[in-house]
């Protein structure tokens, strides 16, 4: 058993991927398109963004994806940039060339018909999927390569279209979950449940709870997820993604099934978290959503980015469901 439970917590992709990864190091893949940011680490000014045509790049100090920039460099970064991403599934391009970037604050929508290739940009940025090329760069430090649960830890929060929550588990608990990359007891603390362990346990339920009652939700923090209505599993899933503290939060239709009234409520607790600080890729349907909330637009058609600006100059969908952009 505790084989197993060492197994499920060091190698939860399993024995394969675990010794190919040790391996990965020693073996070099020649026809490997793009740029690797640790090749080429000894750049005259070590910028991964320079190497990419990025604009008003700040250096990085040669340390590739874990490298440390001066604080001063880190408020001109964008929070996320994401550079010519590509990506396909056999013979379907799903994204071609995608590229833009997220300030601080800033929250920027994605728009298009269904199978633009909105929530697969999503599970790129997220780490759900691998990009074939391209950059995605959060506060200058590459993404690519990084486990899901390692890109969370650095800073990237998610809602999904279709709620994720526990339901057989607490509300609170649902919370502490997103709580976990908090934690510094580690699994044998965990495994002994030392002194160190409960006080740290005792912290972060105290941290959930005050969470809880920002969005309304501490009543029922004992209660089974599950009994939650729909709006509160939403706002749940949102309570979670951000007890990561996240730089860049990842919404996808997060009005999807509510009515005008929820969806008003959800979208207040986003323009707060927009006022934090935390930059915001929104995909929604509801243009009036996105005309409220977005500081800019990008539409994907068909995997590629065939427009952006601000919300004044969004495209309309004819009558054909033809994509036509107006912009002035």
């Not at 502490?176 to 339920?205: D, I, K, N």
């Not at 969005?215 to 939403?234: C, E, N, R, V």
Request: with cysteine; charged share 20%; hydrophobic share 40%.
């Amino acid at each position: 058993g505790l084989i197993l439970m060492g197994f499920l917590v060091f190698a939860p992709q399993g024995l394969v991927p675990a010794f190919s990864g040790l391996f990965s190091p020693l073996v070099r893949n020649p026809r490997k398109k793009g740029i690797d940011p640790e090749e080429h680490s000894s750049h005259p000014d070590g910028s991964v963004a320079n190497l990419l045509g990025n604009r008003n790049p700040a250096p990085i100090d040669g340390g590739g994806a874990g490298s440390r920039l001066q604080t001063a460099e880190l408020e001109a970064l964008p929070i996320l940039e994401l550079h010519d991403v590509s990506l396909s599934f056999g013979g379907l391009q799903a994204l071609q060339g995608v590229a833009f970037h997220v300030e601080a604050g800033e929250i920027v929508a994605l728009i298009g018909p269904n199978g633009a290739g909105k929530t697969t940009l999503l599970n790129l940025v997220s780490g759900l999927l691998k990009p074939d090329e391209g950059h995605i760069l959060l506060l200058g430090s590459t993404l690519k390569g990084l486990q899901p649960h390692r890109i969370a830890a650095q800073g990237v929060g998610r809602t999904f279209q279709t709620v994720q929550v526990y339901g057989k588990h607490t509300v609170l608990e649902n919370v502490l979950l997103g709580f976990h990359v908090q934690g510094r007891s580690g699994f044998p603390g965990s495994l002994l449940h030392t002194p160190r362990e409960r006080s740290e346990e005792r912290s972060l339920r105290e941290t959930a709870l005050r969470w809880l009652q920002n969005y309304g939700l501490g009543p029922k923090a004992h209660l089974p997820a599950a009994h939650l209505s729909l709006l509160d599993q939403k706002l749940l899933e949102l309570a979670r993604a951000l007890a990561l503290s996240p730089k860049a939060l990842l919404l996808d239709e997060p009005a999807g099934g509510l009515n005008p009234r929820e969806s008003q409520i959800l979208m207040e607790h986003v323009s707060h978290i927009k006022a934090k600080g935390i930059g915001i890729i929104l995909v929604e349907h509801d243009m009036n959503i996105v005309m409220r909330l977005a500081d800019r637009v990008v539409v994907l058609h068909y995997g590629s980015c065939i427009a952006a600006g601000t919300p004044p100059q969004a495209p309309r969908l004819d009558r054909g469901a033809r994509l036509r952009l107006r912009f002035p």
